[in-house]
C-alpha cells in the first residue's frame, strides 16, 4: 500500500524558514518523480513545485521560485521542501504528491495527508 | 501559463442524478494531458481520470470523462452518496506550468 506522511508544518514569523519532511513507502520510490502541492484555507489545489526521480530536474511555481527548495534522499524514500523568506499568502495545507512518471509528469496518482503551515506574526 | 476555468461552481443534485461538470481551459492542452480529481472534507485529492478520458486505478465506471482542445467535461452517470464532493481539473501537458482549475462542488439537493 501506497503511504506518504508528511510532517514539519506548523507556526512560522513572516520571513521565517520551515522545513517540510514526506516519507513515503509502498512503492520503489526512485521509480517515480515527487511533488508538492498546496492548498490554503477554503481555497483550490495549487502545485508548489517537482522532481525527478534522480533530482536531475527541479521545477518551481513563480510563487515560490527562489525562495522554496526541493530535495529528495532515494535511500531513505524520503521528499523535503526548505522554505525560506515564508509569507502570509503561503499559509496553506501542504501535500506531497506522487507522480506516475519518472520523469515528471506533473500526474499526481497518491496524496499524503497534508500538513499544515501558518504564516503569522 | 494555462488558466482552467471550471463551470458551474455548485452544481446541487439528488443521488441517482446524472452530474455534469465543465472544465474550460485558456489555451489548447496539449496531449489532452487533463485530469480531474475529486476531494472530500478533510481527505487528500484523489486521482478520477486522466488523459482527460481513462479512470485511474479503483474508480468506478459511473465517472467518465471527455473531451479535447479546450474544453473537458467530467460526467457522473449516477450519483451515489459519497460522490457529492469538490472536483477539480488539472491540466499537467505544459509542466512546469501545472494548474488546476477553481473546482466545482457537487452537493445534496
Known amino acids: 500500500e501506497v503511504q506518504l506522511v508528511e510532517s514539519g508544518g506548523g507556526l512560522v514569523q513572516p520571513g521565517r524558514s520551515l522545513r517540510l519532511s514526506c516519507a513515503a513507502s509502498?512503492?520503489?520510490?526512485?521509480?517515480?518523480?515527487m511533488h508538492w502541492v498546496r492548498q490554503a484555507p477554503g481555497k483550490g489545489l495549487e502545485w508548489v513545485s517537482g522532481i525527478n526521480w534522480n533530482s536531475g530536474r527541479k521545477v518551481y511555481a513563480d510563487s515560490v521560485k527562489g525562495r522554496f527548495t526541493i530535495s529528495r534522499d532515494n535511500a531513505k524514500n524520503s521528499l523535503d521542501l526548505q522554505m525560506n523568506s515564508l509569507r502570509a499568502e503561503d499559509t496553506a495545507f501542504y501535500y506531497c504528491?506522487?507522480?506516475?512518471?519518472?520523469?515528471?509528469?506533473?500526474?499526481?496518482?497518491?496524496w499524503g495527508q497534508g500538513t499544515p503551515v501558518t504564516v503569522s506574526s | 501559463e494555462i488558466v482552467l476555468t471550471q463551470s458551474p461552481g455548485t452544481l446541487s443534485l439528488s443521488p441517482g442524478e446524472r452530474a455534469t461538470l465543465s472544465c474550460r481551459a485558456s489555451?489548447?492542452?496539449?496531449?489532452?494531458?487533463l485530469a480531474w480529481y475529486q476531494q472530500k472534507p478533510g481527505q487528500a485529492p484523489r486521482l478520477l481520470i486522466y488523459g482527460a478520458s481513462s479512470r485511474a486505478t479503483g474508480i468506478p465506471d459511473r465517472f467518465s470523462g471527455s473531451g479535447s482542445g479546450t474544453d473537458f467535461t467530467l460526467t457522473i452517470s449516477r450519483l451515489e452518496p459519497e460522490d457529492f464532493a469538490m472536483y477539480y481539473c488539472?491540466?499537467?501537458?505544459?509542466?512546469?506550468?501545472?494548474?488546476f482549475g477553481p473546482g466545482t462542488k457537487v452537493d445534496i439537493k
Open positions: 504528491a506522487k507522480d506516475m512518471q519518472s520523469y515528471g509528469s506533473g500526474l499526481f496518482d497518491y
Open positions: 488539472q491540466q499537467y501537458g505544459s509542466s512546469p506550468g501545472i494548474t
Open positions: 489555451q489548447s492542452v496539449s496531449g489532452s494531458y
Open positions: 509502498g512503492f520503489t520510490f526512485d521509480d517515480y518523480a
